[in-house]
Nanobody, 121 residues
């Protein structure tokens, strides 16, 4: 069982930056792939970024070059550094844990409660 808690969301102007954190419980954090997803009002939840371990990271085309996913297994935490934010990045951001670093929401077993990111123009 893994319990995930996101933090770091907030209101930022376009062009600004935020860093989201996702703290995980459990002693097996390092064995999980971690993903970030987001959901804007009236839209489906969509993939943002994912990684398992090592250097392989995966990004949605819409955030590639602006967002960066990383993890600190010693702290049981995964991060999402978001730079050059745009109004269209406004959404609730969720972290998720599962066996594979995939874009598919149904491949993840555990989800956090989400953190709101609002980007003003």
């Amino acid at each position: 069982q893994v319990h995930l808690v996101e933090s770091g969301g907030g209101l930022v102007q376009a062009g600004g930056s935020l860093r989201l954190s996702c703290a995980a419980s459990g002693r097996t954090f390092s064995t999980y792939a971690m993903g970030w997803f987001r959901q804007a009002p009236g839209k489906e939840r969509e993939f943002v970024a994912a990684m398992r371990s090592g250097v392989n990271t995966y990004y949605a085309d819409s955030v590639k070059g602006r967002f960066s996913i990383s993890r600190d297994n010693a702290k049981n935490t995964v991060y999402l550094q978001m730079n050059r934010l745009k109004p269209e990045d406004t959404a609730v951001y969720y972290c998720a844990a599962g066996p594979w670093a995939t874009m598919m929401t149904n491949e993840y077993d555990y989800w956090g409660q989400g953190t709101q990111v609002t980007v003003s123009s």
